[in-house]
Nanobody, 127 residues
Framework: EVQLVESGGGLVQAGGSLRLSCAASGFTFADWAMCWYRQTQGKEREGVSCITSGDGAPSYVESVKGRFTISRDNARDTVYLQMNNLKHEDKAVYHC????????????????????WGKGTTVTVSS
């Protein structure tokens, strides 16, 4: 059974940092690209960052470039999202997801193209 379990969310002041983790099981983690998406109430799920399998090339949505860093540890079957200088607009439920399909370098796939999803972890940013 495939499982993606996110952790690391919480309440942080604006300007602060959080590190999200997504622990994967039930599939060959190293062979799959991993992504982070976020969703706020009433809005569509937004792609935040992805990291490819193989060379681990990252991609980011423009609004988080320079503040967020995605990484993966294939030995631990875990993908991370280091979030620095958090802003109020980063408040959301963050989900990790995976895909075996390729995608354009530097891009983030549409949410509908992802295969498996975690239940999410909540990030709240106070002003």
């Amino acid at each position: 059974e495939v499982q993606l379990v996110e952790s690391g969310g919480g309440l942080v002041q604006a300007g602060g940092s959080l590190r999200l983790s997504c622990a994967a099981s039930g599939f060959t983690f190293a062979d799959w690209a991993m992504c982070w998406y976020r969703q706020t109430q009433g809005k569509e799920r937004e792609g935040v960052s992805c990291i490819t399998s193989g060379d681990g090339a990252p991609s980011y949505v423009e609004s988080v470039k320079g503040r967020f860093t995605i990484s993966r540890d294939n030995a631990r079957d875990t993908v991370y999202l280091q979030m620095n200088n958090l802003k109020h607009e980063d408040k959301a439920v963050y989900h990790c997801a995976d895909t075996y399909a390729g995608f354009l370098a530097g891009s983030i796939p549409n949410a509908g193209d992802m295969t498996y999803w975690g239940k999410g972890t909540t990030v709240t940013v106070s002003s």
